[in-house]
């Protein structure tokens, strides 16, 4: 199960002048989120409309290519992962939570030389493979990690590198789709209705997850119960009614939501989140074309090790936040606290479990952030499995697409990060960027 605790977002926990009525604010904002679900439901087969995430979890036939693929290479080792932004980060959330471990899975997400050299001289050639995960077959970063790592394969392997490539991107756009044909290599791809921050339940996170070891099958299961929540009356629908929380406070003077779960497994959810929020929501234009420039700003924290960082400033700070807190309700595995005598004035924890201590430490800092009037809420998850795992993937991905639908923005596009990459090719002397080039020159960037 995926709950969701609201009584800390209730005026009777945190007080009228910070609190929400939610059933009044439930049945008055009905209307607009049966709007935002239906637009959103009516759409979602149309080849034509970047909602190709919602059908992803019935596909279950590409979790079994993927299957198919790492059990046909059992001489994997390690998995070597190029991809950056939405062709990373869900993979690496999921590895963070469920990875076994037995197939290394690393993730070049940047171009910095040294780190890239320290991976390289880490890893054997023979017993690596590289997926190169692009939707758009074009991001430079992506690319340049893509030269040096099929270089390198060849300078080892000979031709016997087209076996240690695996690509991932677009059915047809950008320069690896027919570069992977001309030489044989391995090809998934990414639905063309499917944008790379919601793709993770796609050949993008299936593959590299398939090699770790991942139950596929659960995350789509767990993803297709947060669609038919997403299905459900809005009296009963959790992502819509965690937009409309997101939704009211963002704009009651509240611009930034904190996504804090109790789990270090989970620490790169966050990562993920902010990704999904922030190109989604920030954006200049509403949907008719006006200047709104809004958008939420997403913040990422981990339980409990943030309450040591940033609490201070969420409980004391500016009034404005929403935090939410993910807990889970029982753990894979505890540990005992042995009573050691001489430290008896520890005894409080004697005998119990570190999961209570970690239960006990979400709730106390949900409810000290209560008390000092910060609205937060608590996404409960039963246990952290590939099934309620893929669920709360889904249900932010639903979550988003219905803050988008209800800020009036396109929540599927992402104009404003085009032109600092045609700076980048500007400054990288790309044929067809010299206007450009010429521009930052008279502007003294260089
Ligand atoms: O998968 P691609 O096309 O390489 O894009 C990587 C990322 O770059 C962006 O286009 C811009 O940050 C993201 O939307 C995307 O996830």
Known sequence: MLTVDFANVTEAR????????????????????EQALEALWARHRDPDMPLGWIA?????????AALRY?????????????????????????????????????????????????????LNPRTTLVNVISKSGTTAETMAAFLVFRKWLEDALGAEWRRHVAVTTDPKKGVLRPYAARHGL????????????????TPVGLVPLAFAGVDLEGLLAGARKANETAAAPVAENLPAQTA????????????????????????????????????????????TGSRVHVGPTPLKAVGTTDQHAQVQLYREGPFDKLVVFVRLERPTTDLELPAVEGLEALDYLFG????????????????????????NYTIQLEQLDA????????????????????????????????????????????????????????????
């Open 186 to 201: 391995t090809a998934f791809s990414i639905p063309p209705t499917v944008g790379g921050r919601f793709s993770v339940l």
């Open 244 to 287: 409309l929380v997101q939704y009211l406070y963002y704009r009651r003077g509240k611009p930034i939501s904190v996504l804090m779960p109790y789990s270090t497994r989970m620490r790169l959810v966050p990562d993920w989140f902010v990704q999904l929020h922030a190109e989604s929501l920030g954006k200049a234009e509403s949907k």
């Open 387 to 446: 099934y309620h795992l893929g669920w709360l993937l889904q249900h932010l991905m639903w979550q988003t697409a219905i803050l988008g639908e209800l800020l009036g923005v396109n929540a599927f596009d992402q104009p404003g990060v085009e032109l600092g990459k045609q700076y980048t090719y500007a400054l990288m002397g790309r044929a067809g960027f010299e206007a450009l080039a010429e521009e930052l020159k008279a502007e003294g960037v260089v």
């Open 352 to 375: 119990k479990r570190l999961f209570e201590l970690l239960t006990a430490e979400a709730k106390a800092t949900a409810h000290a952030l209560a008390k000092a009037r910060r609205p």
């Open 70 to 122: 790492r059990e046909a290479n059992p001489w994997v080792t390690d998995v070597v992962v190029l991809g950056i932004g939405g062709s990373a980060l869900g993979a690496q959330a999921v590895h963070a939570a469920l990875g076994d471990r037995r197939v290394a899975l690393h993730f070049v997400d940047n171009v910095e030389p040294e780190p890239v050299l320290h991976l390289l001289g880490s």
């Open 14 to 33: 945190i007080g009228p002048d910070q609190g929400l009525d939610l059933e009044r604010e439930l049945r008055a904002h009905t209307p607009p989120l």
């Open 56 to 64: 992803v979890p019935e596909d279950t036939e590409t979790a079994r």
